[in-house]
């Protein structure tokens, strides 16, 4: 499979790589599918989520008798409350959950997952998580 990434900025584009693909491609029929790129979770991000969010959650579940051990398993306990979306199968109506990978989230849906994560350690927890902070190792 071939990936060509073409950008439209101000209205403009050019399609010489598309173009370059199938004066080089041999004959044949093709399917060109077309999906807008979005920017994926940063490394801060992330970093932010393993290294401080899921940390504190880990303390604060065993603190309220939980027997998690890693924040591996804190990861995926959270994914199955709100990293999930619906799957509906159309010949009965059926509906089930599916997990989604926190890698293929887009920052805005990271973001929005980090912010539940929040919600969640201060409501049932008691615990403030910090805002995202490069430095926020340095003031532990």
């Not at 693909?21 to 599918?33: H, K, L, Q, S, V």
């Not at 920017?39 to 959650?57: E, F, H, K, S, V």
């Not at 509906?95 to 973001?111: D, H, K, P, Q």
Request: aromatic letters at 12%.
């Amino acid at each position: 499979m071939n990936t060509t990434i073409i950008t439209k900025e101000k209205g403009s584009y050019s399609l010489e790589a598309l173009q370059g693909f199938f004066d080089n491609a041999p004959d044949g029929t093709y399917r060109i599918e077309v999906h807008k790129v979005r920017d994926g979770r940063t490394l801060d991000q992330n970093a932010w989520l393993w290294g401080c969010i899921y940390p504190l959650l880990l303390q604060g579940l065993q603190n309220e008798g939980w027997e998690f051990v890693t924040t591996d398993e804190v990861h995926d306990f959270f994914k199955e409350l709100f990293a999930k979306r619906q799957c509906i199968n159309k010949h009965t109506g059926e509906v089930v959950e599916i997990g989604e990978s926190t890698a293929a989230m887009t920052t805005l849906e990271f973001s929005e997952y980090c912010e539940m994560l929040r919600a969640y350690a201060d409501e049932y927890l008691g615990i403030d998580i910090p805002d995202p902070d490069k430095d926020w190792r340095a003031r532990q």
